[in-house]
């Protein structure tokens, strides 16, 4: 069915014939070079300056004042907003006035993408400006942009629906720029690891993310399937048994940015499709692994913020090193009063009732235990703690604690509730590791669709011998959420996954009925 135009994009759709009627190509291909930013020009202008700074730039027209002759109007580009000047004489200098009199005047549009030069100058009013001498149109904008107005401090016609912002991220950023720092921050934190590991000679790899078995965590894969070689394969749900793979072939210490995929349920701490950081070295264990990661989280607030303090949900978190370490052990009796030591699945199912805990009969001893602490303790667990220590049923790939039976050499880190990092010795005992595979086959079986297929070849490689090793995960979107202070995944996902819709809920366009006056 043919989409309906709304009466300002049949304007638009107007103005662009009226334009190549012109002669003016709307969307030209040659390359405009800029040579300033808003943001350069700024910061480097001077009013003791002899001779005026030529200027070169580009971006969004965002708003217009014309007064007859000469007009203010606002250009926004990847750094902020600056005002232009702009008099019919100056771009129009010849006898014909059109470019003045009608392009300008009449055939823009806000959200149209202009190159100007000019030189900067300081108005009457204090601030600093463009003189624009030419102007040429780069991009014509066919739909209307929410006009964000302030005035007298307070901000009208917003565009802060959240679903709107996720699906059409491209206008979220153009309307709310300060948007945009949050993924700046993001690739800086993404620079800080780097820096980080690269420093002490780690190997930055990349693994498959289609795989024949999914391994290296518990959770419900996606599935596809190969026409070629007639085989399923699967996205990946972790890095780890390849990275493992390398350490058994020879490096000591490997990492690797992995998107990772789990079709699992979303909510405001997961996505479906998510980025996690994987990080294995040799000869080292889980002690070790909690004073580095310490290190690297207090490096990299630094790095991101300047800071090791984030403010969020009305608490101060402080990522400075030592971190508290607690056994899950002790947390669930600290916070719960409930000693899981020695317990019958039997009975940690019953007390999982007694909770209002939801459980089924697929749920092993692992996963009971799992949903306590996070009934328990999670709430609790603000400032970032080391849970340590992990009974042996809920962590397959871990080596056995060296002195307490029943208990494995994991931590996972917590900060506000909420798993940020997991980390283990890891077990490099082949035969040990194919028991473990085989108990979670069995709970396969019982219908927990979250447990572990075995991997053969993963055992075959540990049958060559893997030294000891200690591994690390860190989940990025939520150490995003941390260093920039938001609440929810999406927020730091540039295109969090959306259930698509065949009508968007309320177009653009139609919440700000007049978002093109000026």
């Known amino acids: 069915m043919e989409r309906q ?77 600056i005002q232009l000047y702009i008099t019919r004489d100056d771009i129009a200098p010849e006898e014909d006035k059109t470019l003045y009199n009608v392009v300008f ?41 929410p006009v964000v107005k302030v005035k007298d401090g307070e901000t009208y016609d917003a565009f802060t629906d959240p679903e709107q912002r996720y699906r059409m991220r491209y206008v979220d950023l153009i309307v709310n720029p300060q948007n945009r720092d949050i993924f700046i921050k993001r690739t800086k934190m993404y620079s800080a690891f780097r820096d980080f590991f690269n420093s002490r000679g780690f190997l930055e790899v990349e693994t498959p993310i289609l795989q024949t078995i999914p391994g290296g965590a518990s959770a419900r894969p996606f599935i596809t399937h190969h026409n070629a070689l007639d085989i399923p394969l699967y996205l990946r749900i972790a890095d780890e048994l390849f990275l493992k793979r390398l350490i058994v072939g020879g490096y000591d210490a490997v990492y690797e940015f992995g998107k990772n995929f789990r079709n699992e349920g979303m909510d405001r701490t997961h996505n479906p499709e998510f980025t996690g950081m994987e990080v294995y070295v040799a000869y080292k264990d889980y002690n070790w692994m909690m004073e ?86 999670e709430e609790h667990l603000i400032q970032p703690t080391f849970i340590t220590d992990y009974p042996v049923e809920m962590s397959p790939l871990t080596k056995m604690h060296r002195t307490k039976p ?46 572990m297929f075995i991997d053969q070849d993963f055992v075959r490689a540990l049958e060559y011998g893997m030294p000891p090793t200690s591994g690390l995960g860190i989940g990025m979107d939520r150490l995003a959420m941390l260093l920039t202070e938001q609440d929810t995944i999406q927020e730091v996902l540039l295109f969090p996954t959306m259930k698509p819709i065949s009508q968007p809920k309320g177009e653009v366009e139609e919440e700000e009925a007049d978002s093109d006056s000026e």
């Open 292 to 377: 580095m990661t310490e290190q690297l989280l207090e490096y990299t607030a630094l790095q991101v913020n300047g800071k090791t303090t984030v403010e969020l949900d009305g608490k101060t978190i402080d990522l400075k090193a030592p971190y508290r370490r607690l056994t899950m052990t002790d947390a669930i009796k600290e916070y719960g009063d409930y000693d899981i030591t020695g317990k019958t699945e039997e009975e940690l199912r019953a007390k999982c009732k007694e909770l209002g805990i939801e459980v089924d009969d697929s749920f092993g001893k692992g996963k009971l235990i799992d949903e306590l602490f996070g009934e328990i303790c």
């Open 406 to 451: 029943g208990l494995t050499e994991r931590f996972e880190l917590m900060i506000n509730g909420s798993e940020l990092a997991n980390a283990y010795t890891e077990l490099n005992d082949p035969i040990d590791q194919l028991e473990r595979f085989e108990d979670q086959l069995r709970l396969s079986e019982k219908g927990d669709d979250e447990a």
């Open 105 to 145: 005047k009449k055939l823009l549009d806000i959200g149209d993408i202009i190159g100007v030069e000019g030189f900067v100058f300081r108005t009457k009013m204090g601030e600093i400006s463009v003189h624009v001498q030419k102007l040429i149109l780069l991009s014509k904008s066919l739909r209307p942009l």
């Open 5 to 81: 135009y709304s009466e300002q994009e049949l304007l638009r759709r107007d103005s662009l014939q009226k334009l190549r009627d012109l002669g003016i190509n709307p969307y030209p291909a040659e390359e405009y070079v800029v040579d300033a930013t808003s943001q350069d020009i700024k910061d480097h202008f001077s009013d003791d300056e002899q001779q005026p700074r030529q200027v070169r730039i580009a971006g969004r027209l965002m708003s217009r004042r014309i007064m007859g002759k000469a007009s203010f109007a606002e250009l926004q580009d990847s750094e902020g907003r």
